[in-house]
């Protein structure tokens, strides 16, 4: 866990599980699993678990962390917390039992605001009525380009206070998008050696989407060689907006 998180719109990170498989193309480019590898080669003991060498790689193959369960029990004060940044809790490989167990610790500790984020949304849909959503979960989605919409649409299956949907990194346009049940939308461009460019009609598109339908609309970076390489600005304004549930309104 780190009591800091760089990523704008979380305030911490939590990862009782490590480790993943790339599944669609806005994985092409994943952060989790080039940082992997490095925290592997530095003897970090919760990424020496390899990964298929086709989806995955050095450090990053799925593995379940119990004893980062008891973390959150720790922490004095409040805070948000984006769960499994380098993971997805709905991955084939983590056990319903364990992904219950990290329910039952957000729901004991309804001080801090947890958000979990997958691109496994059909798993997400089944197995959402075999949890217990407490109101300081929130649930989202990774969507990337319009051929994976579909992600919305089991999303809102979820019976989460909060639904949100990621669409980082932007590699298309949305206009297909649909906001029903939808609480708030992440917008941002690829960052790293290779970073796909992000069209700002793309995310003009999905700007003007939430404010017709009253959605809270974060702007996260435009990306580049580095995250902050863009600066974060659409058209002179920057987007902070969160959902009502936590910004009080």
């Not at 080039?34 to 995955?56: H, I, N, V």
């Not at 917390?81 to 709905?90: A, E, G, H, P, R």
């Not at 407490?134 to 992600?151: C, H, I, T």
């Not at 049940?181 to 941002?188: E, L, Q, S």
Request: glycine residues 10%; contains cysteine.
């Amino acid at each position: 866990m780190s009591d800091s998180s760089p990523i704008e719109w979380t305030e911490a990170t939590w990862n009782p599980t490590t480790g993943c498989d790339r599944i669609s193309k806005g994985c092409d480019n994943c952060y989790a699993l080039t940082l992997s590898k490095r925290l592997k080669a530095m003897g970090a003991a919760k990424y020496q678990t390899d990964g298929d060498p086709r989806t995955s790689g050095p450090g990053f193959g799925v593995a379940i962390h119990p004893d980062a369960l008891e973390l959150p029990y720790r922490w004095r004060r409040p805070r948000v917390v984006f769960v499994n940044s380098m993971s997805d809790l709905f991955h084939a490989k983590v056990p319903i039992g364990f992904v219950r167990d990290v329910f039952t610790v957000m729901r004991e500790t309804p001080q801090h605001t947890y958000q979990v984020l997958t691109k496994r949304s059909a798993r997400l849909r089944r197995m959402a009525e075999r949890l217990d959503w407490p109101s300081n979960v929130w649930m989202g989605v990774s969507v990337e380009d319009e051929s994976q919409l579909a992600r919305v649409d089991d999303l809102r299956e979820v019976g989460a206070a909060v639904r949100f949907i990621s669409a980082e990194p932007l590699l298309g346009p949305l206009p297909s998008l649909e906001l029903e049940a939808i609480h708030w939308v992440i917008t941002g461009g690829e960052s790293g050696p290779g970073a796909r460019p992000c069209d700002p009609h793309w995310v003009r598109g999905i700007r003007d989407a939430c404010a017709a339908g009253g959605v809270a609309f974060f702007h996260k970076q435009w990306g580049g060689r580095h995250p902050k390489a863009g600066g974060r600005e659409l058209d002179g304004q920057v987007h902070n907006e969160m959902p009502a549930v936590l910004s009080g309104v």
